[in-house]
């Protein structure tokens, strides 16, 4: 067990719907990332937040949008929604605060993830 | 494009015999690491090595780092049905904005 949750496991949703996914980091981890994983193209860095700021930005789409809350945990919005964004979604956590994180590139630890199926 | 190539892309193994995969990378590095994922499973840490360590061991893997040649490598001993899973290199640099770039993965397949 990461210490990472991930909710819902799995999501079966119609085109042109939205979904959230709701990520809690590992106790004390400030930072968190999504990912995105499909079958054809492979891990797919989408977003970054650090204390409830945006640190960095992947391949992330214009219908996505993420958040990170005071509380530290987070959610990533998905909209008119299509059939290529059936894919693993992953959230995964780092850091302890320390500042080392800028430095060090530290360890990251993943949920067991998101199924994501759009019909 | 991705800066962690692994290399092969499938490798299937008798259990007991060894398993490596090979990781290249484009840029300088400040730290390499070795994620396994089971299949729907979310990725876990394997180990870490650092731009100035040239190898490191964890149990049964063994990694070397040739920072010359932009390359690391990954060695399961004793390979067990177990160790099926996918492996991933992800490389992290200075200036890659806090986010480690991953590679396609290397699938391996133990066969009993």
């Known amino acids: 067990d990461s210490g990472v949750t991930q909710t819902p496991k799995h999501l079966i949703t119609a085109t042109g719907q939205r979904v959230t996914l709701r990520c809690s980091p590992r106790s004390g981890d400030l930072s968190v990332y999504w990912y995105q994983q499909s079958l054809d193209q492979g891990l797919q860095f989408l977003i970054q937040y650090y204390n409830g700021e945006e640190r960095a930005k992947g391949n992330i789409l214009e219908r996505f949008s993420a958040q990170q809350f005071p509380d530290l945990h987070s959610e990533l919005n998905l909209s008119s929604l299509e059939l290529g964004d059936s894919a693993l979604y992953f959230c995964?956590?780092?850091?302890?605060?320390?500042?080392?994180?800028?430095?060090?590139?530290?360890?990251?630890?993943f949920g067991e993830g998101s199924w994501l199926t759009v019909v | 494009s991705q800066q962690g190539e692994e290399d092969p892309q499938a490798l299937s193994i008798q259990e007991g015999e060894n398993a490596t995969m090979n990781c290249s990378y484009k840029t300088s590095i400040n730290n390499l690491q070795w994620y396994r994922q089971n299949s729907g499973r979310g990725l876990v840490h394997l180990i870490l090595?650092?731009?100035n360590e040239r190898e490191k061991h964890s149990g049964r893997l063994r990694v070397t780092l040739d920072t010359s040649k932009k390359s690391s490598s990954l060695l399961i001993t004793a390979s067990r049905a177990a160790d099926t899973a996918s492996y991933f290199c992800a490389t992290y640099h200075m200036d890659s904005n806090y986010q480690l770039i991953w590679g396609a993965g290397t699938k391996l397949i133990i066969k009993p």
């Open positions: 090595i650092r731009s």
């Open positions: 995964a956590s780092s850091g302890t605060g320390t500042g080392g994180e800028k430095s060090s590139g530290n360890t990251i630890y």
